[in-house]
């Protein structure tokens, strides 16, 4: 099973300019996740730490927000050994 972080992928939901969105398992707590990710490999020092800055303030901002349309972030961070940033979030799927 492929692993980003400590999260175990399961599927991929969806992809974009600058990330993917997986469906994936936390082993800590046996929970379901989107993890959304954005990629940093390939960027400038300039535009990686200017990704970084704007994926972690979504992250804090949609954190912040309390709505049925909004999802939940659980957990932010990176993956150095993927250079891959990540927030993991509650999974719509599992909801409906």
Do not use: W
Not at 4 to 22: H, S
Not at 38 to 60: L, M, N
């Amino acid at each position: 099973m492929q692993q980003l972080g400590r999260y175990e992928i399961i599927a991929e939901l969806g992809r974009g300019a600058m990330g993917t969105v997986y469906q994936a398992r936390d082993p800590r707590i046996d929970r379901l996740v989107a993890l959304k990710t954005i990629s940093i490999t390939g960027a400038t020092a300039t535009e990686e730490t200017e990704y970084r800055r704007r994926f972690y303030r979504e992250a804090q901002a949609a954190g912040k927000l309390a709505h049925p349309g909004i999802v939940t972030i659980f957990d932010v961070g990176e993956d150095p050994a993927s250079q891959r940033v990540s927030a993991a979030a509650k999974n719509r799927f599992e909801c409906m």
